[in-house]
């Protein structure tokens, strides 16, 4: 399963330094800008990811966790970030 994970900090000039890390962790992942980041699992639920990563949030900070349907379009991103999408998608 292919999700796309959504942060959006409650303070917007701050990074999440600990999320980042922690979605590093999945074996499989691409960062597309400073808070979306979209992984690879196998065995996990979104409910099982947004979970996961909920430790490192602070009280008013913003998550969501998407499972990708494989259809997608962008523009824009880099050749490694292009590659990684038609790769994994």
């Keep these: 399963m292919v999700v796309i994970i959504?942060?959006?900090?409650?303070n917007s000039s701050e990074r999440n330094e600990q999320l980042l890390r922690r979605?590093?962790?999945?074996?499989?992942?691409?960062?597309?800008?400073?808070t979306n980041y979209i992984v690879?699992?196998?065995g996990k639920t979104?409910?099982?990811?947004?979970?996961?990563?909920a430790?490192?949030?602070q009280p008013k900070d913003k998550l969501m966790?998407?499972?990708?349907?494989?259809?997608?379009?962008?523009?824009g991103f880099g050749?490694?970030?292009?590659?990684?999408l038609k790769k994994h998608l």
């Design 23 to 34: 979605v590093k962790q999945y074996n499989t992942w691409a960062i597309l800008n400073a």
């Design 65 to 75: 966790v998407s499972e990708l349907s494989g259809n997608a379009a962008w523009r």
């Design 55 to 57: 430790e490192f949030l």
């Design 6 to 10: 959504t942060y959006i900090p409650s």
């Design 40 to 42: 690879k699992v196998k």
């Design 79 to 84: 050749m490694d970030i292009s590659d990684w």
């Design 46 to 53: 979104v409910t099982d990811i947004r979970d996961e990563l």
